[in-house]
């Protein structure tokens, strides 16, 4: 097996074997993965973005002519290249493209500005960025180039511009601190023969969930581990090639690309639509336009939509599973979401580290309402601890622990962190409190996730 990247700690021996002989993990890597779909599913609608529909075929297509011109443009294997995109389908054809290169897309959120994403570029010293020129008056391509200048790892940034607008950049090709420029629409050239990878090296990176932090925390996803999340968890919520998914949150947060969110999505076949905003007048317009089945948003949108409601036209009949995550979610907002969008409620607990637990369709109504369901593996191991890590009873508070398919071993480059973060047998400190019900659900009681994991959707 190809070793994982300098700074990731990697799961024991008998760990890996235990979730290959289980089946979870398959050795695909998701861009391969996107290629055996564009294949199965080529004419369906794979992603919608306003009056923008994309196949399945023409979304691979794209991936393939993108993926040979980041190679053009000296991109490498292993080479980490920072993304930070709104949800449009760009977002989707580039983080699949560099992986397709065998380059490692650190996601970033779009909020994120000069201090964090400079912290995120010196840690993964990354070699490019691809980004807004603009976006909402903030100008993306000058934080770029500020910390190009800082340092010696920035060299390559690719500007994404909306259709029907034109860069300020257009003309720059590098700056003084030798950094090149390309517009994101000119990286087009004919395909090459595909890359052989290992499915266990780093796939992307994630952030850790406080996106307020001026040092967010990077977490190795793997190909491996994380397609064995996105598919468990469309397999769990039924996902099937009707299925039509709204990408209401970030893109790149966990609880958006892959719980089962657009990963899982395209996984079989279904259609992602993607909106840029939570906002809710466009958001309802667009589950009423595209007969959207599924969404994931966190309790404070969920209120706003259904505050909203009442004074919008829009048909909500085909909605058919909201899943909520991050915040808690009060009882009063949970019992509104059955009656007022006739739909079922989905509580979910995640960590863009991993862990994963989700109330089940089948489960009684008091559970679906007061608790975050049971995790997503059977091979997830979860320990409730007290302040001496001792396991609780079920039913008392502790510090939730984490280990399992895809559940990390260790931050990125942070072996300090690392040491009082992991147990030494391998569990996760989540930092959260939490308790177990009798049936195996946990109720989250407090923590930093609490607070802090709502703009990250979980």
């Known amino acids: 097996m190809t070793s994982m990247l300098d700074g990731c700690t990697p799961w024991p021996e008998e760990f890996v074997d235990r979730y290959w002989s289980a089946g979870h993990w ?21 992603l919608v973005h306003g009056g923008t529909r ?68 010196r840690v993964t010293q990354a070699a490019g960025y691809v980004g807004p020129s603009t976006y909402e008056g903030f100008d993306h391509t000058a934080m770029a180039a500020g910390i190009a ?47 052989a990878q290992s499915a266990g090296q780093v796939a992307f990176f994630l952030l850790s969930g406080d996106t307020t932090a001026a040092a967010p925390e990077i977490i190795p996803r793997t190909h491996n581990d994380y397609a064995y999340q996105a598919r468990a968890a469309a397999e769990l919520v039924s996902l099937t090639e009707n299925d039509v998914y709204l990408a209401a949150l970030p893109a790149e947060s966990n ?18 639509v993607l909106v840029e905003n939570p906002e809710p007048v466009a958001c ?16 404070a949108v969920a209120e706003l939509w259904l505050d909203v409601l009442p004074t919008v036209q829009a048909d909500l009949s085909s909605l058919r599973l909201v899943q909520i995550g991050g915040a ?7 019992e509104r979401i059955g009656p007022e969008w006739d739909c079922r409620l989905q509580q979910a607990f995640g960590m863009p580290e991993g862990l994963l637990t989700l109330t089940r369709p ?30 609780v009873p079920d039913g008392e508070p502790g510090e939730l622990l984490a280990r399992g398919p895809y559940t990390l071993r260790g931050y990125y480059r942070a072996p300090d962190l690392n040491a009082r973060t992991f147990t030494t047998d391998g569990y996760f400190r989540t ?24 703009a990250q959707g979980g």
Request: positive net charge.
């Open 255 to 272: 609880f958006t690309f892959g719980c089962p969110g657009i990963l899982g999505t395209l996984s079989v076949g279904g259609t992602v």
């Open 54 to 121: 994309i196949t399945y075929a023409n979304l691979n297509r794209r991936v393939d002519r993108m993926a040979a011109g980041f190679r053009l443009r000296g991109l490498r294997p292993r080479q980490r290249i920072v993304v930070q995109l709104p949800n449009v389908p760009e977002f989707v054809i580039t983080v699949f493209a560099l992986m397709r290169v065998g380059a490692v897309p650190v996601f970033c959120p779009l909020s994120h500005r000069t201090s964090q994403v400079a912290h995120v570029v």
């Open 26 to 46: 398959r050795g695909y890597t998701l861009d391969n993965l996107l290629r055996d779909w564009s294949l199965e599913y080529g004419p369906r609608t794979a």
């Open 362 to 391: 089948a489960d009684p109504e008091e559970t679906v309402l007061t608790t975050r369901g049971r995790p997503l593996s059977p091979d997830d191991e979860i320990r409730i601890v007290d302040a001496d890590g001792k396991d």
């Open 431 to 454: 930092g959260e409190l939490a308790r177990r019900t009798a049936d195996g659900s946990l109720v989250i009681t407090g923590g930093p996730g609490v607070s802090t994991a709502t």
């Open 284 to 299: 309802l317009s667009a589950i009423g336009q595209e007969r959207a089945t599924i969404t994931s948003v966190v309790p």
């Open 328 to 334: 808690p979610l009060r009882r009063a907002t949970a």
């Open 149 to 195: 200048a800082q340092g010696p790892f920035l060299r390559r940034v690719f500007t994404f511009e909306a259709p029907g607008t034109s860069s300020p950049y257009g003309g720059m090709t590098a700056d003084e601190s030798g950094c090149h420029y390309f517009p994101l629409a000119s990286i087009d050239a004919p395909p090459e023969r595909a890359l």
